[in-house]
């Protein structure tokens, strides 16, 4: 196994990050006419006070190219130089081709391998570290790691226990190989822990619109094609697995808690969030939090709060930063970084 100090070991950097959120901003005000909810529930169970609704001309591609153009501005690469493009998202354009060919088409990526991963609210870090794999590898140079989501698509309007939790929104990060002794590089992955748990399928889902349970006629007014969760025990599964992913990346990278300067925690209830905090001895200004104004995105939720927390100064260079995120599956992953 090649680790760190192994000699034939390349590590990869993160050198940029860019973020879109689609500009329509829908309330929970806006959300208790919608439903029977107030923005007193909506802000005790779960922190969100707003999400970003995409316009109906705007797909996933399209929030996804504008996150990437920012990333790519901010690393100062060329659509040219980038030769891998992974799309973490749950809600792609279409079925097939992939929203990474699509993104490719917008931004002129045109000498990049491009694929979409499925690992739903884990799905940004599952695909830093595919893509690190490649890099290590030596195949790939230069990547696009990319979570983005529309779930507003995938949402049921009408049901009050999930409707008011996930939102719109795009993130992105260039990664790098580094040189191998160059390992003071900036932004640079130091460890990443992944699992899954298949047997918790039915907690979180979408059970329709695939092969099987295809929509039909019959079926299309029950709305299988919306998010299906049993709320209470996800969360339960959530805190207790981002726990152990964190505590098993700090030792894989032979760091501890008290290294620690900020955790990016996936994005989905601020409960979840204090309770990770909570467990890891964190005090709140080492937790990044931003998910009063955007809700749930999804895969996009680490990529966005890694830029905000890169752009407000949260983190700065040399920081070791933990993130780390659950969703769907079950699956859960964690990395390090020293930013
Ligand atoms: C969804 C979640 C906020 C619900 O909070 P909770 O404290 O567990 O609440 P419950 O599901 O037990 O519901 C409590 C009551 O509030 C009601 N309720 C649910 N949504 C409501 C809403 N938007 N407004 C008002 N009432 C609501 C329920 O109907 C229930 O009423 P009842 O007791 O009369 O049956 C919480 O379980 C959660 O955040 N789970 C994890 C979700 C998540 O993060 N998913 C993604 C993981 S990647």
């Known amino acids: 196994m090649l680790t760190p100090s192994s000699p034939s070991f390349c590590a990869s950097s993160i050198i940029g990050t860019g973020s879109y959120m689609p500009e329509k901003v829908l309330t929970n005000e806006d959300l208790s006419k919608i439903v029977d909810t107030s923005d007193e529930w909506i802000t005790t169970r779960t922190g969100i006070k707003e999400r970003r609704i995409a316009a109906d001309d705007q797909a996933t591609s399209d929030l996804a190219s504008e996150a990437a153009r920012r990333a790519m501005t901010a690393a100062g690469v060329t659509a040219e130089e980038i030769d891998l493009i992974v799309i973490a998202t749950v809600t792609p354009d279409m079925f097939f081709p992939s929203t990474a060919c699509i993104v490719q088409r917008k931004i002129g990526a045109t000498n990049a391998v491009c694929f979409d991963i499925s690992a739903a609210c884990s799905g940004f870090l599952y695909a830093l570290q595919i893509a690190r794999h490649f ?124 290294d620690i300067a900020m955790v990016i925690p996936h994005q989905a209830n601020a409960r979840i969030i204090t309770a990770i905090a909570e467990r890891l001895g964190l005090p709140p200004e080492k937790t990044f939090m931003n998910v009063d104004h955007y809700g749930n995105t999804s895969a996009a939720t680490i990529p966005v709060a890694l830029d905000e927390a890169h752009r407000q100064g949260a983190i700065k260079r040399g920081d070791i930063v933990l993130l780390v995120a659950f969703g769907g599956g079950f699956t859960w992953a964690s990395s390090v970084l020293r930013w």
């Open 135 to 258: 890099l290590n590898a030596g195949t790939r140079a230069t990547a696009l790691v990319i979570g983005a989501e529309k779930l507003s698509t995938l949402v049921n309007w009408q049901d009050r226990n999930t409707c008011v939790l996930f939102g719109d929104g795009a993130g992105a990060v260039v990664i790098r190989r580094a040189e191998e002794t160059d390992v003071e590089a900036p932004g640079r992955v130091l460890s990443t822990v992944m699992g899954s748990d298949g047997n918790l399928v039915d907690l979180l889902k979408v059970p329709g619109g695939g092969s099987a349970c295809p929509i039909t006629p019959e079926n299309a007014l029950s709305r299988p094609n919306t998010i299906h969760m049993e709320g209470r025990e996800t969360f339960k599964h959530a805190v207790t697995r981002m726990c152990q992913a964190s505590e098993q990346a700090l030792e894989m990278a032979g760091l501890s808690k008290e």
